[in-house]
């Protein structure tokens, strides 16, 4: 069995468009848009590296930082996560035709994110 993947990031904040143009200009970072996620600005290009995103936090989150790492299993990764002292922020979720995922509170404090896929 092979290691699960860091496959996207996400910075979110209070200003999305304002952060999009923040690191578009430092790093010189090109952003697309997917359709229907206005204030969800994806990295473009194949010199990128990992893919992410920069965007508006919600209410409930304003603003922060994650990694996402890829897993054949969201609902038996969160069971194994919860076991061992992590707890679930957003439940498995299901973005039809682009994305499964979930969020997970580490036991000390990180959020983080998995990606369904094999």
């Known amino acids: 069995m092979s290691a699960n993947p860091i496959v996207h990031w996400e910075l979110m904040g209070a200003d999305g468009a304002k952060q999009k143009e923040f690191y578009g200009a430092i790093f010189d970072w090109k952003f697309e848009t997917p359709p229907g996620f206005d204030g969800y600005y994806m990295t473009a290009g194949d010199d990128m590296g990992v893919a992410g995103a920069i965007g508006q936090g919600s209410e409930e989150m304003p603003s922060y930082q994650t990694i996402y790492v890829q897993v ?14 992590g707890s679930t922020v957003v439940p498995k979720t299901e973005i039809p035709d682009m994305v499964t995922f ?5 036991p000390f404090g990180n959020l983080v994110g998995i990606v369904e896929g094999e």
């Open 72 to 85: 054949a299993d969201i609902d038996a990764k969160l069971a194994e996560i919860e076991a061992n002292g």
């Open 102 to 106: 979930a969020l997970f509170y580490d």
